[in-house]
């Protein structure tokens, strides 16, 4: 019901910039939350940063200064700006939104992207 496409992923070498982007479609009635989150090889998938409908943003320590989560409500759309890449930063990353469905229920959906490969080498 709620599809979400990640773009932007790459190969990059360290001190490099990159810049994702992710697009939700689909019949909802509201995106509330939206995320950026990774899986490294061998690793857990982790948060690396999330942002509110209002623009409110929290991120993982390892990015902080680093990264920046921004959205356009508007276009349905979440981006993550990568500078200073570092190699621990390589991995999968997945887009993630949270909102309602339409009416009558406007009943709540969780939805993650099929995730875009960052390859940050040294």
């Known amino acids: 019901q709620v599809q979400l496409v990640e773009s932007g992923g790459g190969l990059v070498q360290a001190g490099g910039s990159l810049r994702l982007s992710c697009v939700a479609s689909?019949?909802?009635?509201?995106?509330?939350?939206m995320g950026w989150y990774r899986q490294s090889p061998g690793k857990q998938r982790e948060l690396v940063a999330t942002i509110t409908r209002g623009g409110s943003t929290n991120y993982a320590d390892s990015v902080k200064g680093r990264f920046t989560i921004s959205r356009d409500n508007a276009k349905n759309t979440v981006y993550l700006q990568m500078n200073s890449l570092k190699p621990d930063d390589t991995g999968v990353y997945y887009c993630n939104a949270e909102g309602s469905l339409l009416a009558p229920f406007f009943k709540p959906f969780g939805s993650w992207g099929q995730g875009t490969q960052v390859t940050v080498s040294s």
């Open positions: 689909g019949s909802f009635f509201s995106i509330n939350g």
